[in-house]
T-cell receptor, first 111, second 116 residues
């Protein structure tokens, strides 16, 4: 399977703390993306990092990519209760159009 | 600018019936993807379509499932003779024509199919 894997599967933290989620994948990639899904809703794109980039920031989000280890991490700083959601990484390989998703990390931020 | 619209939001079918799921992509988007999600699982790719063409259906079961994206109207995912194992959330996503910025997907809210 080309599916990626996120860890941890579930993460529970207090508001204000940082949350780190990791993602591993198996194939070569063109880019890696992170999406967020609130319960019962569709996915929302958060951030994209290309294979030639090592780190990217967007607001309270920081993404790193290590292509030698085929892994990525998503850091959410100063978390809020509204950040409670499932977070998925997704990657695109040689086909350049099909996104392959991991199983996700369920983040719970307690007020 | 409306987002990706999927309907119905919930669909209940009895075993053996047909399920039709509709997806209208965002305005200006000509690429449509269908994904299936089981509880506490990630999204599994099913099919990728452009207007009037199926580009990749490698993730779609060979029997009972079909998809189309006609020149006019929404994309349709059709499941014939549904079985309980078809119960899942089905998500549609769209992206613009292939140019810079077309690499992310815009998702609809999904159709929850329940087979009794």
């Amino acid at each position: 399977s080309q599916q990626g894997e996120e860890d941890p599967q579930a993460l529970s933290i207090q508001e204000g703390e940082n949350a780190t989620m990791n993602c591993s994948y198996k194939t070569s990639i063109n880019n890696l993306q992170w999406y967020r899904q609130n319960s019962g809703r569709g996915l929302v794109h958060l951030i994209l990092i290309r294979s030639n980039e090592r780190e990217k920031h967007s607001g309270r989000l920081r993404v790193t990519l290590d292509t030698s280890k085929k892994s990525s991490s998503l850091l959410i700083t100063a978390s809020r209760a509204a950040d409670t959601a499932s977070y998925f990484c997704a990657h695109r390989g040689g086909s350049n159009y099909k996104l392959t998703f991991g199983k996700g990390t369920l983040l719970t931020v307690n007020p | 600018n409306a987002g990706v619209m999927q309907n119905p939001r919930h669909l209940v079918r009895r075993r053996g019936q047909e399920a039709r799921l509709r997806c209208s992509p965002m305005k200006g988007h000509s690429h449509v993807y269908w994904y299936r999600q089981l509880p506490e699982e990630g999204l599994k790719f099913m099919v990728y379509l452009q207007k009037e063409n199926i580009i990749d259906e490698s993730g779609m079961p060979k029997e009972r499932f079909s998809a189309e994206f006609p020149k006019e109207g929404p994309s349709i995912l059709r499941i014939q003779q549904v079985v309980r194992g078809d119960s899942a959330a089905y998500f549609c996503a769209s992206s613009p024509t292939r140019r810079q910025g077309s690499e992310k997907l815009f998702f609809g809210s999904g159709t929850q199919l329940s087979v009794l």
